[in-house]
């Protein structure tokens, strides 16, 4: 049968207000994870990466935190400003597996 | 620049007709990837390549086809098998050891 639209799930923050996007991944031997952006109409973009023997990673105004006992993943953007609106996936790969495991997205949406 | 290219941005065909969807590389990437995109959803793997001449399935592969016969160049054919084919197609190339997938900016098919 035809896939049915789900609803993402939508942060709305503040502009300068810190946003802090959650994402539950599933596969315990996943040894490295990747967060992305992607704006209406447009690929994905990189953000940031981690590696399972890591858990904090930082870089220009986004930190990624892992927490491997629950298995949790968390992209934290300081200062959010309009060009941070978007949709933002979470996605976990394992050794030299070249696929990606995806989330299905978290759409931020920052108001001026 | 370098970069990866997809051709083109939108594209409209009648049902029934195969359509093949362009992917090119310049960044002497060995992998690349199609996914289809459908709205409010995250990214589903149709097919992968790691080194050329040789691809493998991904979770939804059915309905399409795929060539890596040069190192940059990905194409995906779109059968007239698969059921609901209107969808935005995404490309990706990455590294050899590299986790990171580079996209490129996508194309949305609609088929009447």
């Known amino acids: 049968g035809e896939s049915v639209g789900l609803h993402l799930p939508t942060l709305s923050v503040q502009e300068g207000d810190n946003s802090i996007i959650n994402c539950a991944y599933s596969?315990?031997?996943?040894?490295?994870f990747i967060w992305y952006k992607q704006e209406s109409g447009k690929g994905p973009q990189f953000i940031i990466d981690?590696?399972?023997n890591m858990d904090k990673r930082q870089g220009q105004r986004v930190t990624v935190l892992l927490n491997k006992t629950v298995k949790h993943l968390s992209l934290q953007i300081a200062a959010t400003q309009p060009g941070d609106s978007a949709v933002y996936f979470c996605?976990?790969?394992?050794?030299?597996?070249?696929?990606?495991?995806w989330g299905l997205g978290t759409s931020l949406a920052v108001n001026p | 620049d370098g970069g990866i290219t997809q051709s083109p941005k939108y594209l409209f065909r009648k049902e029934g007709q195969n359509v093949t969807l362009s992917c090119e590389q310049n960044?002497?990437?060995?992998?690349m990837y199609w996914y289809r995109q459908d709205p409010g959803q995250g990214l589903r793997l149709i097919y992968y390549?790691?080194?050329?001449?040789?691809?493998q399935k991904g979770d939804i592969a059915e309905g399409y086809s795929v060539s890596r016969e040069k190192k940059e160049s990905f194409p995906l054919t779109v059968t007239s098998a698969q059921k609901n084919p209107t969808a935005f197609y995404l490309c990706?190339?990455?590294?050899?050891?590299?986790?990171?997938?580079?996209f490129g900016p996508g194309t949305r098919l609609t088929v009447l």
């Open positions: 390549s790691q080194i050329v001449n040789d691809f």
């Open positions: 996605a976990e790969g394992a050794g030299n597996n070249r696929k990606l495991i």
């Open positions: 960044l002497n990437h060995d992998a």
């Open positions: 990706a190339s990455s590294h050899g050891g590299g986790v990171e997938q580079f």
């Open positions: 596969n315990s031997a996943s040894d490295y």
């Open positions: 981690i590696r399972s």
